[in-house]
């Protein structure tokens, strides 16, 4: 990102949630995004995630100007480089994890047995392969946040954009998760982003990006980057 700003509507009620940020990120880093509300850490991660475009400077993604895209080429770009996982996981409630899991295969248009075989091999990397055939109802908050980063990593992205994802888990599920997307970062090299207000969790990353008023505040090394 170079010189990114956004702007929300228009005339004296417009308000400008980013100021000109600056932002470079290496492919296979995990980062942590800080910042309090109306800092304009979600609307970074909104621009970075190809789900909103900048008003004014420069986006680029493996040399692509992505702000110059339109609407389809950056849902094929999500499509094909981006996993997303959110606070509250957003599975669907009647169907089995493996199912779930399967789903953006699905819309991918792999073929049955491809998606299964795909499917249970990110259930097995997230240690639920054993859970497939339950439902969301049968698997505790910690499980199903699992499902959902099988569901994210399951098309084999570059870049996984976590949003609070331990937001409504208790400290020892949340630590879990954390080291779950460590693992997944050192082992199979994926770029992870994550948006977090608590500062153990954003220990975790490699780097550490503060917002504040629109504008990245400072960057920092996480307490934990010499471990991984």
Same mark, same amino acid.
């Given at each position: ?11 004296p009620?417009?308000?400008?949630? $980013? ?5 470079? =990120?290496?492919?296979?880093?995990f980062? %942590?995004v ?21 008003? %004014?400077?420069?986006?680029?993604f493996?040399?692509?100007h992505?702000? @110059? ?6 849902? $094929? ?7 997303f ?5 957003? &599975?669907l @409630?009647r169907?089995? %994890? $493996? ?8 819309y ?8 299964h075989?795909? %499917?249970?091999a990110?259930?097995?990397?997230v240690?639920l392969a054993?859970?497939?055939d339950?439902?969301?109802?049968e &698997?505790?908050?910690?499980q199903?946040?699992?499902v959902? =980063? +099988?569901?994210a =990593? ?5 870049v &996984? &954009? @976590? ?9 020892e599920r ?7 997307l ?16 608590? @500062?153990e969790?954003a220990?975790?990353?490699?780097? =550490? ?5 629109g504008l990245?505040e ?6 934990? +980057?010499?471990?991984h």
């Amino acid at each position: 990102m170079h010189g990114v700003t956004k702007v929300y509507g228009s005339g004296p009620t417009a308000f400008q949630a $980013l100021k000109g940020v600056d932002l470079e =990120i290496q492919g296979g880093d995990f980062v %942590a995004v800080m910042g309090p509300s109306g800092s304009g850490k979600s609307t970074t991660m909104n621009i970075l995630g190809c789900l909103d475009v900048p008003s %004014a400077g420069i986006f680029t993604f493996r040399g692509v100007h992505v702000e @110059a895209l339109d609407r389809d080429q950056r849902a $094929l770009l999500r499509r094909k480089y981006l996993g997303f996982v959110f606070q509250g996981f957003n &599975l669907l @409630a009647r169907t089995t %994890a $493996l199912e779930n899991v399967e789903l953006p295969l699905l819309y991918r248009g792999d073929g049955k047995q491809e998606r299964h075989d795909t %499917a249970m091999a990110a259930l097995d990397k997230v240690g639920l392969a054993d859970w497939w055939d339950h439902t969301p109802a049968e &698997l505790s908050g910690g499980q199903q946040q699992r499902v959902a =980063i +099988a569901r994210a =990593i399951v098309t084999n992205p570059d870049v &996984l &954009l @976590a949003d609070e994802p331990t937001g409504n888990l208790d400290s020892e599920r949340s630590v879990e998760i954390m080291e779950l997307l460590t693992d997944l970062n050192r082992t199979s090299g994926i770029t992870v982003l994550m948006v977090t207000h608590e @500062a153990e969790m954003a220990a975790f990353a490699r780097t =550490i990006i503060h917002f504040k008023d629109g504008l990245v505040e400072r960057t920092e090394t996480g307490m934990l +980057a010499g471990a991984h």
